[in-house]
């Protein structure tokens, strides 16, 4: 009997066969990773990036305008005014105004909205008048007057016709010395008087500039201490009638 004996069936036998497929498994496995690092991975499309050259976004005017109440700033003005009044003398006496005027509510900023009515803008101004000598001829005395008085002015309230145009009714009051001086008599001689008056006035101005204006002024006044000037003979020379009338034209500085 002869026995023959094939050495691949010895090798190819269970445990071989079960060797070889887990190496087959892990090749697999190993191909199978290769192609997952090979195959790229879908990534979302990013978008493109602001210019830096563009350039930025102005806000709108209504975006920059203040929303806050209008503030308000103390204003002054300095006025000079020559006028001619009928309230002191008989007949017409000329003169000049010098004032100064205070507006405790003159708006900051006009771009804001108003805090306060428009109209409501009080103003109170102080000054002095002083008149020019006026010479009055009774018989064959001549006589000169001479008025000098403090001025207290209050206006409450403005009336704007537009930006540049004010109507500004106001209460007035004059307190001063009215003084007469005769010649050509015996007895001639100097004498003063005490002066108050009360008067209503309307102002009209004109705005020039931010810092300039110009502008006119009627009032009605009525003495209040209306005394007599005659000579020794009982001839009146002069007195301040019940009411009169004034009338100037000014121009004035604001700071």
Known sequence: MAVAIDPAAILAGPGRTAEREL???LAEEELSAEVTEATPVEQRPSLPAPS???????PSPSSRRPVGPRTSAARFAIEGRLEVTSAVVDGLLPGALA???VDPLAPADSSAPLRLPRWLRPTLALGIRQSISRKLERSTVATSFLWTAG???????RLGVNDKLDITPCLESDVGVLTAEARGSADARRTSSFWLDL???VRVTW?????F????GIALVAPLSRNWFELGTGELISRAPPVGGTLGGAFGWRF
Do not use: Q, W
């Open 99 to 101: 004032s100064i005027e």
């Open 207 to 211: 705005t020039i500039s931010p810092a």
């Open 52 to 58: 830096s050259s563009a350039p930025p976004r102005e």
């Open 213 to 216: 204006y110009a502008g006119t």
């Open 23 to 25: 190496t087959d498994e």
């Open 151 to 157: 001025v207290v002015r209050l206006c409450p309230v």
């Open 199 to 201: 008067g209503v006035s």
